[in-house]
């Protein structure tokens, strides 16, 4: 059985098959489950109100789920980037209202 996990590292070492690994896999980092109950995802819209930033950049986007939950979360801009042109379409049908870049210059 494959595993998400064997497309980036594998028995130790870098493999990087992250086309691969969105084609194969629906949500392989689990993103759009629990959004709110990661600490990183509930303190994110925290500091970016604090410092009033309203533009934002998240490089390793993946599919979208947290760009688009600091955009309604924190009340800011995001641009969202990723290497895998599988992962920025799929950003893209999901929230098209955003900007989703990536893989070959999409």
């Not at 489950?33 to 109100?49: A, G, I, K, M, Q």
């Amino acid at each position: 059985m494959d595993r998400y996990q064997d497309y980036v590292i594998k028995d130790g070492k870098f493999i990087g098959k992250f086309e691969e690994m969105y084609q194969k896999f629906d949500d392989p980092w689990h993103q759009k489950e629990n959004l709110e109950t990661f600490y990183s995802r509930v303190c994110t819209p925290v500091t970016l109100r604090q410092y009033g930033l309203k533009k934002v950049l998240e490089i390793g986007c993946g599919l979208g789920a947290f760009s688009n939950y600091l955009r309604a979360a924190a009340d800011c801009s995001i641009t969202g980037m990723d290497i895998s042109e599988t992962a920025i379409a799929k950003a893209k049908a999901s929230y098209p209202e955003m900007e989703f870049y990536g893989g070959g210059g999409t």
